[in-house]
């Protein structure tokens, strides 16, 4: 993990990590973006778990202890190794498509019209 | 969008604009980690549908079309807004916690035994 | 959708009208285990949408008013179509599997010791 | 599990055995269907983790090795239970809603316009 360069943005930095791990492993065989985003999915599936039986507003307090972070802590890290690499594999600019999609939906949620309320933008 | 401060790292920015949008429209309400972690599983699923009927092999040309890639940085994005509000409302350091699962990976998955394969650890 | 068999059980039915829609369309290239255990995830996600930003105790409201009962109804049946579309091409006896299943979660799960309690087994 | 009675359909029979698994666990409190359609989301990531990193066609033979379909009826078992769980809590007549939905399905998937082609009806 020693590849650290001092000219890249910190997402290029992590990015540059996820994709040494499986070029070590010569593992990129693997890594379509169809398998990447199942491995996404799976990995999502196994953050969800930790919250499945617990009520929404007692999940909050969750982050609170220790070794339920800790597993937080882990389960986010793999959706974001996966959603990274598929950022590698598919030549991703991260913070541009982050930010125009924050555009996309400031114009799909207007502050004005869903200030406190939760319903899907189609039914606004 | 226009809250970009120098002294911030590129993630703790994109965190910071994240939450200001759920902050502007009052959803920190909706936003425990339960639901948070709901909705990275609901964007992770509608990345995943782009690739669902392709063959592995032919979704790695896809991010070649540029309307294709357009919707796969859409909906990258969307588990990325997602990922990034429940580190905010869980307090999560990323890179730190992305970089001690690397490690924790390199442990379960040491490159002399699984270079090529891709069989999960406890099957090493 | 006439080709229903007196001596055939309802499950049998329904997984054989699954697979004759899929035959229709010749559709079953497409049908391998992979993608329809994609397709199941693709589908349960959409049924979970509509649960996402409601609590979990106002979501045992929602099957009384028609319209969402209607949605819920639909995105249940995605996901039974393809289950039943994946045990038509795996050969999976379906009441034994789920029978055998609930089986092994009575050992895991003895009553006298998770009554009124959501641990998870390896924690009981 | 010796509940079976002669005069309900094969799905009824199954329905009231998920049921009485949770009732005599007193874990109806915690299955509404909001946390049922997570449980279904987490069974089936789980059953789409068998197939993540093969191809889409050589998980066509995966069904044949004994040990493979176990636990692919297994984890297929548990979509089915979570799915049965929350038509119960839900009162869906199941035959009807999968019947009806494959009917909505032959209108957005005409056998002529989509044979042999697996894109969206959308596209059609």
Redesign the interface.
Known sequence: ?KRRKANR???EE?KS??LA?AQ????L??H????L??????E??????????????D??A??EDAAA?AR???E??????F??Q??N????D??A??????????TK?P?EK???R?VKYSEL
Chains 1, 2, 3, 4 share one sequence.
Not at 24 to 27: G, K, L, P, T, Y
Not at 32 to 35: A, G, R, W
Not at 44 to 57: G, I, K
């Open positions: 993990m943005t910190e997402l992590l990590e996820v791990f070590d492993r010569e593992w065989q693997f379509s973006p169809k398998n985003s199942m491995a996404i999915a799976v999502s599936a196994e953050l969800m778990q930790l919250f499945l039986w617990c009520e929404s507003h999940s909050r969750l982050p972070k937080i802590e882990e986010l890290a793999d959706v974001f190794i959603a990274l598929i950022a594999v598919s030549e991703i991260l913070p498509a982050i930010r125009r999609k924050l555009e996309i939906n400031s949620y502050v869903c200030r406190g939760s």
